[in-house]
């Protein structure tokens, strides 16, 4: 099912937007910019998610201050961008089975200009002005384009399309680490993002749960070029993901990311898997694949190596013919806010905020929480929706107040009252 046909039956008003990359990449862009007039939406703010044992949050928005003046010739809605993680599309947003527990529509239905962007090589970007797919120069790309062209692209598009001055950036893993990669190398970048909002980030994954198969990749990465060739990977997980049945779709992809993350998967219901799992894969480039374990292995977020070493293992080597550049986050200035589970395998947060600038304005971990957890699992709408809608509030400058509206946020030591801009 494609995405225009979801909103469709969920009576969202969809637009469909092609960006043109600098290097002809056509990326699709999906926008909800207002809900039907003749829906009515069940709003659950009603349902308030009491505190747990194992949540906690690291609360600096009193350091923090709104730097981008409203602009008062503008006058549509504030503007949010959401970005999918690695092998997925836009479509991982809305296909929780409960219509609120899908974060756009629940931005929608609270005013916001919701758009969805897709990387190039997934299921809606395999467009280009000169190649196609069946070549192999168009799979030429990794994070660093994702990062350099993608990002500050459809951001440019988004802003010139609604005459807003910014919009906030809400990512998910891979969606989180283009967008550290792009601030950290783009200053005009964080003068366009009022807000970046990192949902399971990743920037410096440990590795792989299995020691074999982990010592393998740390040890030659770029034997999946061998394995894979240089264009897609995955291709066959797409192949039975057509013609086997849902649930038993279930079991062989919770089986893998057992073996491979160590994850369980058990804050998500059965029902949500079946839904969700339909929608978890899309086609991205091997380079990229390669690009992650580069990363894994020498444990830093730099730059695609384009002269890997031929050592079947990494040492550090004062005469060194050359040395990739790392992403330089310290370097970033937008406000960021951090999502994380404590059961994900994926995430060393100490590891990450050590690269990047302090104070970070909004910390909140949840102990049993796993990567996939921050978009399928029960009580997300309670538990991180909340405190994104009151993040929204402190830092998106065009945001309008509703009067004597009170947010509680889940876990946090105070509520929040009306319009944190004012």
Known sequence: MGLLLIFNRKKYRCEQHIVCTMD??????????????????????????????????VDNLNQFHSTMPRDPSYTGKPVVLLYHGFLMSSEVWVCNIEEYNNLPYILAQKGYDVWLGNARGNKY?????????????????????????????????????????????????????????????????????????????????????????????????????????????????????RIISPPLFVKLIDASVNFLFGWRGQNMSLNQKIVSYQHLYSL????????????????????????????????????????????????????????????????????LAADLPSPLAYVKSIEKWEHLDFLWAEGVEKIVYPDILMLLKKFNPHYISEKNEILKVPGHRHDILGDMNE
């Open 24 to 57: 002809e990449y056509l990326l699709c862009v999906h926008r909800i910019p207002h809900i039907k007039s003749d829906y009515e939406y069940v709003d659950q703010k009603s349902e308030i998610h009491k505190p747990q044992k194992g949540i906690e949050v």
């Open 125 to 241: 970007s395999q467009y280009h002005m000169r190649l196609n797919p069946r070549q192999q120069k168009f799979w030429d790309f990794s994070i660093n384009e994702f990062a350099m062209r993608d990002l500050p692209d459809t951001v440019d598009y988004i802003l010139a399309e609604t005459g807003a001055a910014s919009l906030t950036y809400i990512g998910f893993s891979q969606g989180t680490a283009q967008a550290f990669a792009g601030l950290s190398i783009n200053p005009d970048l964080n003068r366009k993002i009022n807000l970046f909002i990192a949902m399971a980030p990743a920037t410096t994954p440990k590795g792989l749960q299995h020691p074999l198969i982990d010592a393998f990749v740390k040890a030659t990465p770029s034997v999946i070029y061998l394995m894979f060739g240089r264009k897609t990977p995955l291709k066959l997980a797409l192949f039975w993901q």
């Open 284 to 351: 991205t480039s091997v380079k990229s694949l390669v690009h992650w374990f580069q990363i894994i292995r020498t444990g830093q977020f730099q730059m695609y190596d384009e002269l890997p070493s031929r050592l079947p293992y990494h040492t550090v080597n004062a005469v060194a013919d050359h040395i990739p550049p790392r992403f330089p986050t310290l370097q970033i200035t937008a406000p960021i806010a951090i999502f994380y589970g404590c059961s994900d395998s994926l995430v060393d947060f100490h590891v």
